[in-house]
């Protein structure tokens, strides 16, 4: 089983619309969790972390699941400039295992 | 807004070659790491280094990879015989304490031939 699996997409959505990511990760002891942002041949930057309460960033909710082991990423009102492969992002003691990445396409 | 920096931004070598990509991370960052990106598939874990060691290294890093911060401040990854499958983005990352995020660079790309 993947560490960290997530649906490559890509996600095809017109301006405007809710898409929703999941991951699930397979290591219990797994500590934080993230949602990072990849542009095209750019580097991995955070988009935001993951808590079990659920956390909220502008148009950006992302919620865990430590029971089921799972991690959603929701997006309203999407923009153009939302177009990017979303990283789901597991943190054990030191290091950050990165799933594939699910692509995101907006479009007019 | 302080950066990570990596030179070269590009390099191509030949099979056999060998190769230093060199970081230079956030000054008051703790943990220094190297991730790999084949394209088209996901960042993967090298090495991670913390207090003038590895921490911990993946199956990836095996006897041809090495990593040292000789001056306390670049951190470089060498690779000592490059093989085809080296080829990839090499992303240099840094973090603090207590936190979960990590600071990458903009990467170097490594073509071998």
Known sequence: RKEVEQDPGPFNVPEGATVAFNCTYSNSASQSFFWYRQDCRKEPKLLMSV??????DGRFTAQLNRASQ????????????DSATYLCVVKGFQKLVFGTGTRLLVSP | EPEVTQTP??????????VILRCVPISNHLYFYWYRQILGQKVEFLVSFYNNEISEKSEIFD??????????????LKIRSTKLEDSAMYFCA??????????????SRLTVL
């Open chain 1, 70 to 81: 799972y991690i959603s990423l929701l997006i309203r009102d999407s923009k153009l400039s």
């Open chain 2, 63 to 76: 006897d041809q990879f090495s990593v040292e911060r000789p001056d306390g401040s670049n951190f470089t």
């Open chain 2, 94 to 107: 840094g973090g603090g304490r207590g936190t979960g995020e990590l600071f990458f660079g903009e990467g």
């Open chain 1, 51 to 56: 808590y079990s309460s659920g956390n909220e």
């Open chain 2, 9 to 18: 931004s590009h390099q191509v070598t030949q099979m056999g070659q060998e």
